[in-house]
């Protein structure tokens, strides 16, 4: 179950990360705010599944270890990109205290 929630999560993050930097280059902010909601709706999909993926790792290998490594940073670009700042600060404080 790790790797099937934490590979849900990635293909969730990547369609959300694709369509927030076709967001970009919007002129429009109407048309911005349109596609925001498309790309903040891929992300909080895929963030149940990060999250579990994390609560499952054992972290016991080196595997594992790197494995929960990328999950926290993915999770961290997440938080920051939906705005969830206490979930974004409390990651980076994992991450720092590793």
């Known amino acids: ?20 930097n076709a967001a970009n280059s919007l002129k429009s902010n109407e ?4 596609a925001k909601k498309v790309y903040e709706e891929k992300f909080n999909l895929g963030a149940p ?8 790792n054992p972290k016991k290998s080196e595997d594992d270890q790197s494995l929960n ?5 993915i999770l961290k670009q997440l938080y920051a990109r939906t705005n969830q700042t206490e979930k974004y600060n409390a ?4 991450i720092e205290a590793k």
Do not use: C, H, R, T
């Open 31 to 34: 048309e911005f705010e349109k």
């Open 91 to 94: 990651i980076k404080a994992k």
């Open 69 to 73: 490594k990328s999950i926290l940073q």
């Open 49 to 56: 599944y990060l999250e579990k993926a994390l609560e499952l």
């Open 1 to 20: 179950m790790l790797y099937a929630n934490y590979n849900l999560g990635v293909i969730y993050f990547n369609q959300g990360a694709d369509k927030a």
